[in-house]
């Protein structure tokens, strides 16, 4: 059983930094890119990061590129994602998502429960 | 970025009901296109990949359809269990988007 689960989130203030981590379990983690997908309180969902299993390539949204980084340590079947200059706007549950291939761009076909991050003095 | 329109945003239906959901994107897609469903406090569920195909474990009542810009997400026979948010998203660029979601409700 795929199994995704999210932690590091909390209270940040503005400015500040936080790291994502998500712990895989139940497929083969090197296998298949990974991406943070968000949701503000009460909106909708908004695509963040995805790092490709090979070579490890990343992109990232225009709204967070150049502040948030993406990673994955394959030896542990962990991604993370290192959060700067946070702002008010960045507030959001944060969800670690499995991509259905390893590379390119598909479908999100297993997601964690998410971890809240609040942006805020 | 292309930007994916849901309509309805809410919908109000009745167990044994078709709805019929629609997804619009500002610019082809192809056949790039998921649905998900979440119920509240939880993750998303992916339903239909590639427009039109179920995923493996999601109920047979799920169809999807459409290509390029226009596609529906389509539920047969509404159950007590359906009553969620419903997304779109294309992924046929690196920059996945999501439409805004169609919230299902008890009519």
């Known amino acids: 059983e795929v199994q995704l689960l999210e932690s590091g989130g909390g209270l940040v203030q503005p400015g500040g930094s936080l790291r994502l981590s998500c712990a895989a379990s139940g497929f083969t983690f090197s296998d298949y890119a990974m991406s943070w997908v968000r949701q503000a309180p009460g909106k909708g969902l908004e695509w963040v990061s995805v790092v490709h299993s090979v070579g490890g390539s990343t992109k990232y949204a225009d709204s967070v590129k150049g502040r948030f980084t993406i990673s994955r340590d394959n030896s542990k079947n962990a991604l993370y994602l290192q959060m700067n200059s946070l702002r008010a706007e960045d507030t959001a549950v944060y969800y670690c998502?499995?991509?259905?291939?390893?590379?390119?761009?598909?479908?999100?076909?297993?997601w964690g429960q998410g971890t809240l991050v609040t942006v805020s003095s | 970025d292309i930007q994916m329109t849901q309509s309805p945003s809410t919908l109000s239906a009745s167990v044994g009901d078709r709805v019929i959901i629609t997804c619009r994107a500002s610019q082809s897609v192809s056949s790039w296109l998921a649905w998900y469903q979440q119920k509240a406090g939880k993750a998303p569920k992916l339903l239909i990949y590639?427009?039109?195909t179920l995923q493996s474990g999601v109920p047979s009542r799920f169809s999807g359809s459409g290509s390029e810009t226009e596609f529906t997400l389509t539920i047969s026979s509404l159950q007590p269990d359906d009553f969620a948010t419903y997304f779109c998203?294309?992924?046929?660029?690196?920059?996945?988007?999501f439409g805004q979601g169609t919230k299902v409700e008890i009519k």
């Open positions: 998502a499995k991509e259905a291939r390893g590379s390119g761009t598909w479908e999100l076909d297993y």
């Open positions: 590639q427009a039109s």
């Open positions: 998203q294309q992924y046929g660029t690196y920059s996945r988007t």
